[in-house]
């Protein structure tokens, strides 16, 4: 059995996958130079290289939902969600500090089908909403198949073990990217720690 995380990006895939990990799972994340065989003749080098692995997430995984679906019987799917006003902000964020060089546009355009670099957050925002509602109804008939889980309101393991038939490990679940809460006072209390001499 494999197991597709088919969470859009900045959704928390990394924590999907940190938890796949953890079961045991031979895990593959990201790999964007794959992007360049979607859609060509060539595209079935991406199923050879799935062979190897029990469990993906990140791009291209996250598209190929209906291909696993026909080429692996018997694979879970994992829809991770967050909503979209945090999805921007978050996204965005990453481009700021990303590579914005053709090949990464490239790629960008072609996984999204948007007009990278010069994108609005409209066209992210609905791409991103449409991802939601395309695998929602390919799963409409099949809940079985496909777990809903958000992180941020509180999901974890008991959703992902209870889904996949394993067992609760005896360690937190494995939040990555978590954003501080508090930026701002953060921020604030450094000076203020340092005219008192604390560090």
């Known amino acids: 059995m494999k197991v597709l ?16 990990k953890l079961l045991g799972y031979n895990h593959k994340s990201q790999d964007l130079p794959l992007v360049s065989y979607l859609r060509t003749s060539e595209e079935e080098r991406i199923y050879e290289l799935a062979k190897q692995y029990d469990s993906f997430e990140d791009w291209p995984w996250l598209l190929l939902y209906r291909q696993f ?4 019987p018997g694979t879970k799917f994992i829809l ?5 006003e945090s999805w921007i902000i978050s996204y965005r ?11 990464a546009s490239e790629w960008r355009s072609k996984l999204y089908d948007l007009p990278f670099p010069n994108v609005t957050d409209r066209q992210l925002i609905d791409r991103y909403e449409r991802h939601i ?4 109804a390919y799963f409409a008939d099949r809940p079985d198949d496909l777990l809903m889980v958000n ?10 073990c209870g889904f996949l038939g394993k067992p609760v490990p005896n360690v937190p679940f494995p939040h990555a990217n978590v954003a501080p809460r508090f930026p701002t006072l953060r921020r604030l209390a450094r000076p203020l720690k340092r005219a008192i001499g604390m560090r």
């Open 5 to 20: 995380g088919i969470g859009w990006a900045k959704t928390g895939t990394t924590s999907l996958g940190n938890a796949l």
């Open 69 to 72: 679906d026909e080429r692996f």
């Open 151 to 160: 992180w941020a309101k509180g999901d974890g393991w008991a959703e992902l």
């Open 80 to 84: 991770t969600l967050r909503d979209s």
């Open 133 to 136: 509602t395309d695998v929602r």
């Open 93 to 103: 964020k990453q481009l700021a500090r990303s590579n914005q060089g053709q090949q």
